[in-house]
């Protein structure tokens, strides 16, 4: 089990496409920190009209975790993408490739290869979560320093003093990780059922998008579905910087998170299990 | 001994399209078994479905004896196979693919092993070089090494030759005699051309689409008495009653005024000349096909 | 009988005067006992309760420099005080000048009576009514109630300590009134529990806010410069 997931992350590893997530992932942190670093006040002005209208705020808003909030928050649609790059492309990739049906005459289960495909792009998307930290809140910190926090929400102004920040995106970054979990499992689904890997990728992003749409829409047609959407729950991350951490609700979100991911997973192992490889 | 491939009714439909239908045959230890066929007569449905790539509508599969299905693909580690392309990761070493494949083959096996199989496909000394700046015959002769490598008792090859140039070609049907003759390689070889089965196979198998043609040693089906010898004269009227005195009325399965065909042995063409030539019949061509070859063009018509 | 009357009404006159002019000398009393801080430097602990406003309590540095000059540091921290901080300071909820200060009884607030008056001022001033709770003995406010301009009405709750005789309070409540609040929609991307249903639609009143004050640690009148209420250039 060890020796072929080894073989799988030598195969996603030693593949240049993968490393181009890691640099577009840099890439926005970057662009995000420049912007934060010249117009950031801008920035923060608009957003806090409603709060400096009557209250004084003084100090360094622009920190390290207010601007790695930015970013996370900016990555949301991006990181999906990411994922599927690479999860998308484990089975269709290899069918593509013509590898699929060489790797498929070895001693091997599917099922088997299934999960260790999958483990292969979990242990991927852990390292992107991971990288995302360094650039993202350890070069933030680094730029900016740290401070308290702020965090706008629509109908709340919060505050969080820094020494109460750090262990928040600990959490952050372990709900990310799960959220795009469930995203590598979709990705991985779509693979099965596909021979490319440019319609797994795009399917996954289109996925997303759409129901990104359909989950923040304030339409009450919408919002009957909107708790069933794994993209409703992928945002639970933004929880951890609540003043009062809503448990439950992350719990929750991260229960269908799970859920979607076991869904997703068996989907793709009982139908590859039965698919006949004419690739 | 016991097969080392045995089918037993084999048949898969895709959709409305019956690929393999009710196909059975044994591939036995030390036979190059050729599998001759058009394209699309089912020759790369049926391996896919002896590597567990495509699974069977009905019918049985024994490796070894044993019954094959997926839940018993240990049997596969001992089948080695390239299945149309032999397609690889481009970016990867001939050295990294190779030992990729041999990690997934499910036995333990050495690094001396790799080298071994390297050399036998004549690649040593290329195999740090990425595989997308191979040529096709050199990606051919990877595959072989990496179906090779786990020492299998069976090679299945699917249409090797297939996108070789003519040295390319030969090459491959001098590595294909060398693995069964030096190695005791069982192999599995398809192809929709007559004489790449011809030149290597000692048992062969016809299937049209889908269902067996004809199944038997090489030696037998390609037996020389059964040479269709298609003779063309310039017009001649007396040509009918001359070849009905003669000795060679028996062979006669054709004939008008300006053609006769015979099925016969080959080695008498000569004598058959001669005789032409003595009785003044103008001989304009003569022409030798296997009736085997015209069956199976027949087919393919 | 006629002339009875007229002193009758002329001492009722007289002692109701005498009586406003008491409140008048009280008030006064009081407000240059407070005017006689000059400036502080305080540690304070400070919360802001304000239903948008999610800040846990701060422990920071407050610099006051009469009359109107306030901040918060927090040592590399965030503050975040109300846009009118001064009128945290009870010298701000006085009115200046000359003012017209009426008796409007009393009441017992934390087991001291206290001596309710009015005080209007009467120059022109952003404050349209004082209302203040007044512990004579000790001489220091225990409630005010003013209503301003600009910002309605504003009430503060004041306990003593250590600092009375500078009429300095250990602990203060204000209560104003806040506008509220919202980020327009997409800018933010709430996350809010999914499974629960829509959340009580908002009515668009004015909400009351209260900050609370804690005052451990006074220096008073040390000379404080102006540079201190320099906002940092950055």
């Known amino acids: ?279 | 001994m016991e097969p080392i491939i045995q089918t037993q009714h084999l048949s898969k439909t895709f959709k409305t399209f019956k690929a393999v239908d009710d196909l059975s045959f044994s591939i036995s230890h030390g036979d190059i078994y050729g599998f001759l066929g058009q394209n699309g007569a089912g020759k790369s449905t049926t391996m896919r479905m002896l590597l567990g790539l495509i699974y069977p509508d009905s019918g049985k599969i024994f490796i070894e004896g044993k019954e094959f299905n997926n839940n018993n693909r240990k049997l596969l580690s001992s089948i080695g196979a390239i299945i149309e392309r032999p397609d690889m990761y481009g970016y990867l070493s001939g050295w990294e693919n190779l030992k990729i494949f041999a990690a997934l083959s499910g036995k333990k096996i050495p690094e001396s092993r790799l080298y071994e199989v390297l050399e036998l496909v004549n690649l040593r000394g290329r195999e740090k070089d990425k595989v997308k700046a191979y040529s096709q015959g050199m990606k051919q002769r990877l595959g072989i090494a990496i179906a090779l490598v786990h020492s299998p008792n069976l090679l299945i090859l699917d249409e090797p030759t297939n996108g070789l140039d003519p040295q390319g070609i030969a090459e491959m049907r001098s590595l294909i005699l060398s693995l069964s003759h030096d190695h005791g390689k069982t192999i599995l070889i398809s192809s929709h051309l007559l004489y790449e089965i011809e030149q290597v196979a000692t048992k062969m198998l016809i299937i049209h689409k889908g269902k067996k043609v004809v199944e038997g040693k090489v030696s037998d089906l390609l037996n020389p008495e059964e040479t269709l010898v298609d003779i063309k004269v310039r017009p001649d009227e007396t040509l009918q009653a001359k070849l009905a005195v003669s000795e060679w009325t028996q062979f006669i399965t054709n004939q008008t005024h300006a053609t006769v065909t015979l099925k016969m042995n080959i080695a008498n063409i000569p004598t058959l000349n001669k005789w032409l030539v003595n009785n003044d019949i103008e001989v304009v061509s003569i022409n030798s096909t296997h009736s085997l070859e015209a069956y199976f063009l027949s087919l393919t018509q | 009988m006629m002339k009875k009357i007229m002193v009758l009404l002329m001492m009722m006159i007289v002692a109701v005067g005498a009586k406003s002019m008491e409140a008048d000398k009280l008030y006064y009393a009081l407000r240059d006992k407070v005017m006689k801080v000059k400036d502080y430097t305080a540690d304070v602990k400070i919360k802001i309760d304000v239903n948008y406003m999610r800040i846990p309590e701060v422990k920071g540095k407050l610099f006051y420099k009469a009359p109107d000059k306030m901040r918060l540091e927090r040592n590399g921290g965030l503050s975040v005080l109300p846009k009118k901080n001064i009128n945290m300071t009870l010298s701000n909820l006085m009115p200046t000048g000359t003012v017209t200060a009426l008796d409007a009884g009393s009441e017992t607030i934390s087991g001291k009576r206290t001596r309710i008056i009015k005080v209007i001022p009467d120059g022109e001033s952003n404050i349209v009514l004082a209302k203040l709770w007044i512990d004579e003995g000790a001489l220091t406010v225990l409630k005010t109630e003013t209503t301003t301009k600009d910002q309605g009405m504003i009430l503060m709750n004041l306990e003593y300590g250590a600092y009375s005789a500078y009429g300095l309070p250990t602990k203060v409540l204000v209560s104003m009134d806040v506008k509220e609040y919202k980020l327009p929609q997409g800018v933010a991307m709430d996350y809010n529990d999914p499974m629960e249903v829509k959340q009580k639609p908002k009515d668009g009143k004015p909400r009351k806010g209260t900050i609370q004050l804690t005052y451990l640690k006074y220096d008073i009148n040390t000379g404080l410069s102006d540079n201190v209420f320099k906002k940092p250039s950055k």
């Open chain 1, 1 to 279: 089990m060890i020796k072929l997931l080894r073989i799988e992350l030598f195969k996603i590893f030693r593949r240049p496409r993968t490393y181009i997530s890691f640099g577009i992932v840099t890439a926005i942190s970057l662009i995000i920190q420049l912007a934060m670093l010249s117009g950031g006040k801008d920035f923060v002005s608009f957003g806090m009209q409603g709060v400096t209208d009557q209250f004084d705020i003084q100090g360094d808003i622009i920190n390290g975790y207010f601007v790695t909030y930015i970013i996370l928050q900016s990555l949301l649609v991006q990181i999906p993408l990411l994922v599927a790059l690479v999860a998308g492309d484990m089975l269709a990739g290899e069918a593509n490739i013509g590898t699929l049906r060489l790797l498929l005459t070895k001693p091997i289960s599917r099922p088997k290869l299934i999960m260790i495909k999958f483990l292969a792009s979990l242990v991927y998307t852990i390292l992107l979560i991971v990288w995302l930290a360094v650039v993202g809140l350890f070069l933030s910190l680094a730029i900016f320093g740290e401070g308290d926090m702020i965090n706008m929400k629509s109908d709340a102004f919060i505050m969080i003093l820094k020494n109460d920040v750090m262990w928040r995106y600990v959490a952050a970054f372990g709900f990310a990780a799960l959220a795009m979990t469930a995203i590598a499992a979709m990705a991985m689904m779509l693979s099965a059922f596909a021979d490319n890997s440019i319609g797994p990728i795009i399917a996954t992003m289109g996925i997303v998008v759409v129901l990104t749409i359909l989950s923040s829409l304030e339409l009450p047609l919408f919002n009957l579905i909107k708790p069933y959407l794994f993209t409703t729950h992928m945002i639970g991350w933004k929880g951890f910087f609540d003043d009062q951490v809503p448990y439950g609700a992350i719990g929750r979100s991260a229960s269908v998170l799970v859920i979607y991911t076991v869904a997703f997973l068996g989907t793709t192992i009982a139908y590859f299990n039965k698919k006949d490889i004419t690739s």
